[in-house]
């Protein structure tokens, strides 16, 4: 298991001991990690603060070329907004958790050039899986359906 | 000059007083305002909160269908991140003041069935163009470039 990933997954845990949805990010510059994040729509009421947009947020205010040699992981696959902000600040390279139990924006970040790697991970799946059964409206609310 | 986006440019105008980019949004449910923001890089700090953002998060958590029935105006057109928002949430309508000083993700609203109506109000133009020209490593790092 990537380290990263395994970090997204803690933050993912982190959210979820919170009372939180259970999506967990990491993002890393240059081999060491910048920011990290988990969806805070319970925690703080935020509907913009998806797990990406939380590691983005605390990454802090970068310049152009820090974000351009970056890597965001993310425990499952980012939705239109967080693709759009990866797309916004020209991340090259997302690992991504799972794309089981939901698909996100994954088509449009191989067509602008972004690196996609899916891993699928078991515990990614499961985690998700057991919150999606549990909490099924907050879920619809997370995902705006 | 439409009510809303009045008061968008409004919002821009409170950005600026406060140190901040001029980006100014609203957002209108069935005819009355459920969130305003303006872009808080400097003010808050944030890489999230541009204008459509910030009005996002303070019209609070909504269920799907009170998005699928409001109208997104903001001043400047939307960048990927915020487009990217606008179609999580389904937003069908977004009214832009301007879209000469930078054009954002139009393309894609339109491509995913978003009614998008660009006005190129003469206020909203001349207030990017100044802030631009006397802030352009701001501005940069607000577009990510």
């Keep these: ?7 997204a997954i803690n933050e993912a845990k982190k959210g979820q001991e919170e009372g939180g949805i259970p999506i967990g990010s990491v993002i890393v510059y240059d081999g060491n990690v910048l920011g990290t994040g ?3 729509r319970v925690q703080k009421g935020s509907v913009v603060l998806h797990a990406e947009m939380d590691a983005l947020e605390n990454a802090g205010r970068q310049p152009a070329f820090v974000y351009k040699n970056c890597i965001l992981y993310t425990t499952l696959s980012p939705c239109p ?15 991504i958790g799972e794309n089981k139990t939901y698909l996100g924006s994954e088509k449009l970040l191989v067509e602008n050039g972004v690196d996609v790697i899916v ?3 078991s515990e990614c799946i499961q985690m998700m899986e057991d919150f999606i059964k549990n909490n099924s409206e907050l879920w619809n609310e997370d995902i705006g359906v």
């Design 38 to 40: 988990h969806n805070k």
């Design 1 to 7: 298991m990537d380290i990263f990933l395994q970090q």
């Design 81 to 95: 907004m967080c693709t759009g902000a990866i797309l916004l600040y020209g991340i090259p390279k997302v690992v």
């Design 119 to 121: 891993v699928n991970d």
